[in-house]
């Protein structure tokens, strides 16, 4: 049985950084933040293989957000910097069972309460 804690999230000025950590109990594959804003659909933010080989990232945050894992910690975060008044949402951490990275959430099948991240223009 595989259970996800976030944490991390908040309210930040625009251009600001904040680290979401998502803390891992279970063996997990593939490690994945999702995003939802109101009124939207939850998207895909970024993920990255177990041993962090393989590791994607939306276009909407590539260069601003990094993905990382500590095995050793059993912890995942994601790096958010020079954020927007449109990352406003609730981020969740995922895990999938699948080895390689999947984008949609239908694919994977853990998933933590989810974090409010605010960004304040």
């Known amino acids: 049985q595989v259970q996800l804690v976030e944490s991390g999230g908040g309210l930040v000025q625009a251009g600001g950084s904040l680290r979401l950590s998502c803390a891992v109990s279970?063996?997990?594959?593939?490690m994945a933040w999702f995003r939802q804003a109101p009124g939207k659909e939850r998207e895909f933010v970024a993920a990255?293989?177990?041993?962090?080989?393989?590791?994607s990232t939306a276009d909407s945050v590539k260069g601003r957000f990094t993905i990382s894992r500590d095995n050793a910690k059993n912890t995942v975060y994601l790096q958010m910097n020079s954020l927007k008044p449109e990352d406003t949402a609730i981020y969740y951490c995922?895990?999938?069972?699948?080895?390689?990275?999947?984008?949609?959430?239908?694919?994977?099948?853990?998933w933590g309460q989810g974090t409010q991240v605010t960004v304040s223009s």
């Open positions: 990255l293989s177990r041993s962090g080989g393989s590791i």
């Open positions: 995922a895990s999938s069972d699948y080895l390689g990275i999947t984008y949609s959430p239908s694919a994977y099948a853990y």
């Open positions: 279970g063996r997990t594959t593939t």
